[in-house]
């Protein structure tokens, strides 16, 4: 365990379903992060939080809506979401902005499959 | 833009061997890191080693050592004495210490044969 929690581990769901993925660190981060991971694909970075407040959506559609109640706790929203969708989505945290040589903590992913 | 190049998708050793991952990365700012991270089945992103961009010595780690070129814009990686429970995906990555982006690359598949 690396300090980031996910959950659900996997989650099958269907176009018309809202369902929500959960992250949680107790690391003292400030940051937090979405990441989607496809096939033959790099890591595209989604949405990222720095102290609570969403700093970066990089044109991800709004079928997913992220949610950051807390420096702890950071939430990913699905709506109607499509095959295509169907990937890993990683959580990490880390230190913002302090010239830190800290790379990122990961979580272990929620394995999404869109049916 | 910032971009991070693995050319290798899949390599392989033997056990016991030493094996060098390519990765090579462009940007304009002068502040910088890299990293490389280890990705097994089963899907922890596990950081493997860093490399501060200001620091012209390798970074080392156990077994793990890095291969830092900045004018060459390279950064690659080198496991010695491979073991088995060094299989996985392994990911280069670029932070920039102005927006504290992480960046990666499509990774490379390293096998370890017995």
């Known amino acids: 365990e690396t300090g980031v929690t996910q959950t659900p581990r996997h989650l099958v769901m269907g176009m018309t379903n809202k369902k929500s993925l959960k992250c949680e660190q107790h690391?003292?981060?400030?940051?937090m992060y979405w990441y989607k991971q496809s096939a033959k694909k790099p890591l595209e970075l989604m949405f990222v939080?720095?102290?609570?407040?969403?700093?970066e959506n990089n044109s991800v559609p709004s079928r997913f809506s992220p949610e950051c109640p807390n420096s702890s706790h950071l939430f990913l929203h699905l709506h109607t979401l499509q095959p295509e969708d169907s990937a890993l989505y990683l959580c990490?945290?880390?230190?913002?902005?302090?010239?830190?040589?800290?790379?990122?903590?990961f979580g272990s992913g929620t394995r999404l499959t869109v049916v | 833009a910032q971009t991070v190049t693995q050319s290798q998708p899949e390599m392989s050793v033997q056990e016991a061997e030493t094996v060098t991952l390519s990765c090579t990365y462009d940007?304009?700012?002068?502040?910088?890191?890299l990293f490389w991270y280890k990705q097994p089945p089963s899907r922890q992103m596990i950081l493997v080693i860093r490399?501060?961009?200001?620091?012209?010595q390798n970074a080392t780690e156990n077994r793990f050592s890095v291969n830092f070129q900045k004018a060459a814009k390279s950064f690659s990686l080198k496991i010695s004495d491979s073991q088995l429970g060094d299989a996985a995906m392994y990911f280069c990555?670029?932070?920039?210490?102005?927006?504290?982006?992480?960046?990666f690359g499509t990774g490379t598949l390293l096998a370890v044969q017995p």
């Open positions: 990490a945290s880390s230190v913002p902005l302090d010239g830190s040589n800290y790379g990122y903590t």
């Open positions: 690391l003292g981060h400030n940051a």
């Open positions: 939080y720095n102290f609570k407040e969403q700093t």
């Open positions: 940007t304009s700012e002068s502040d910088y890191y």
């Open positions: 490399q501060e961009a200001y620091k012209q």
């Open positions: 990555a670029l932070r920039d210490g102005a927006t504290n982006k992480l960046i």
